[in-house]
């Protein structure tokens, strides 16, 4: 016997052939109908509730959020799960498009490998129809980064499409340009660490806005300056917690009280001698990422030095980044020390809650988005919508080109591939011609989702298309066909290709197993 089956563990499974991909297809078909809901300007959200916390939940629409939340046990599903992770890593938006026509590509090739046509045959058609695809949307494309009015305008025309489908919909324009202006700051830079969130609740998200310098949310100690000029910032983490002896968990053996005195006034001393040697670098305000004790603020308050304690790890790190500190730990050799600058260190009050701004810092790309906001849900949504808009934004700066959005530029990709099929031989110009269906499939999903007659719009649209007008996609608003330059709708060229690309791939990868092995559980070891 060859199979497998004979030489695995009795609990090992081996699905093969038909079954095998029956199992893939029914795994990722599953995931993609799961998101699709979400696609689109009028996509519907999804409530995520975790079984372990029964407390915690989230409302969103994002398509790495939700899928990244899903315990799946079919590896196709995973596979497509992945594929979503790493479109938002790359691109930070198309989360659920890519899903979705990776979905639809393996819907139609479960009808061509029911009708008795080979995996690679599918899949040579396939490449030869993504080929197509890529050079259309590429032809399509428009660089305007010469030209500083047009692309600032394309920058706010993609940021604006890209939160149409998110909670900041209502609010877009103000959003669009908030996200806009902060990565324009970043200066070619796609370090979004240099753009701070902060969510602050109460108020609504109008309220919102760009703060253009650095906001840490903690509070200087007693008796300490709330204002300062012409900051010199050392920025640290080290002790600064001495100034009592722990005598729990400790044996202390001393003939008197007064000797407890005595140890408790050597390390007073020893904080002071400290505290002296970071005044003698000429600060003014000090941030530790560890506590402050009594003393040593006191201390600190006696010579005029604003000091601000157990600042969190990431606002510590990205406070040294802007103001160009560099986090330290001893202050003996003035080699090792580096200090950040900052025009104004000020207390702020926004809303019922008190803040520190950093403004004037020495790098003059940071700055800070505060959102307001009815709960902590829509906060947190709102912060995801907002990190797409600025995560696409900032790959456009690197990668200025821009496609029409709307469906436009999968009914272009798809007009393209319908021109080729013709020449190609065989059965590969129904694999090629698959292509384009699943392309319009996503096309008809948006109509969907927005209550539209889906069907009509895109048979619409088709017919555009063939006509040559090359700028039509669906006018959500009206549920009509549209000219996309006209209605502003724009989306990144470099997302709209990986997208293509990656779903392309991830399908293919799926369409060439024949085999899933589950192997058997591990045992423990049976002891007596």
């Not at 307001?372 to 790959?395: C, M, W, Y």
Request: glycine share 6%; charged share 25%.
């Amino acid at each position: 016997m060859t199979d497998a089956s004979y030489v695995m563990n009795d609990e090992a499974r081996v699905d093969t052939g038909d079954q095998a991909r029956l199992s893939s297809f029914v795994g990722a078909i599953a995931i993609a109908d799961l998101v699709k809901s979400t696609l689109g300007p009028k996509g519907m959200d999804k409530i995520l509730q975790s079984v372990s916390e029964k407390e915690s939940i989230q409302i969103t629409n994002d398509g790495a959020t939700i899928l990244k939340s899903l315990h799946v046990a079919n590896p196709a599903a995973k596979v497509l799960i992945d594929l979503s992770s790493v479109q938002d890593q790359e691109c930070g938006d198309g989360t659920t498009s890519v899903v979705v026509l990776c979905g639809e590509l393996l819907r139609q090739a479960e009808k061509l490998l029911a009708d008795r046509i080979h995996p690679m045959t599918v899949i040579s058609g396939w490449r030869i129809a993504a080929d197509v695809a890529r050079q259309a949307l590429v032809a399509s494309a428009v660089d305007h980064s010469q030209t500083p009015d047009l692309f600032y305008n394309d920058l706010l025309r993609i940021a604006s499409t890209t939160l149409s489908s998110k909670l900041l919909n209502k609010d877009k324009q103000k959003f669009a340009k908030l996200a806009v202006d902060a990565v324009l700051r970043l200066k070619g830079k796609t370090n979004l660490e240099l753009i701070q969130v902060i969510k602050i609740s109460g108020g609504s998200l109008e309220q919102s806005y760009l703060d253009e310098g650095f906001l840490l949310e903690k509070k200087f100690g007693v008796g300490q300056p709330r204002r300062i000029e012409n900051a010199r910032i050392m920025v640290a983490n080290t002790s600064m917690d001495t100034d009592k002896i722990k005598i729990y968990g400790t044996r202390v053996k001393v003939d008197s009280l007064d000797k407890v005195a005595e140890i408790e006034e050597e390390e007073k001393q020893k904080m002071r001698a400290k505290v002296d040697k970071i005044k003698a670098h000429g600060i003014n305000v000090f941030v530790n990422r560890q506590l402050i004790y009594n003393w040593p603020e006191m201390l600190f308050a006696e010579h005029g030095i604003a000091a601000i304690e157990h600042a969190d790890f990431e606002g510590v790190e990205r406070l040294a980044a802007v103001t160009g500190a560099e986090l330290c730990s001893t202050f003996e050799v003035d080699e090792y020390i580096k200090l950040g600058s900052a025009k104004l260190v000020e207390e702020v009050m926004i809303g019922e809650q008190r803040l520190i701004r950093f403004s004037g810092v020495e790098r003059g790309e940071a700055c800070t988005v505060v959102l307001r906001g009815a709960s902590s849900h829509v906060l947190d949504e709102a912060e995801r919508s907002l990190h797409d808009a600025l995560a696409v934004l900032s790959q456009t700066v690197a990668e200025p080109r821009v496609t029409r959005g709307g469906g436009c530029a999968e009914m272009l990709m798809a007009d393209a591939i319908d021109k080729i099929v013709p020449t190609v031989e065989g059965k590969q110009s129904l694999a090629v011609a698959s292509f384009s269906t699943a392309l319009r499939a996503v096309v008809s999903a948006i109509a969907d989702n927005g209550g539209y007659d889906s069907a009509h719009l895109v048979s619409l649209l088709r017919a555009a298309h063939f006509q040559g007008k090359h700028k039509a996609g669906l006018d959500m608003r009206t549920g009509e066909v549209g000219d996309m330059d006209e209605l502003g709708v724009l989306e990144s060229f470099k997302l709209k290709q990986h997208v293509v690309m990656a779903a392309a791939e991830a399908a293919e990868l799926i369409l060439r197993v024949d085999e899933v092995i589950t192997s058997a559980p591990r045992r423990r070891d049976q002891r007596d």
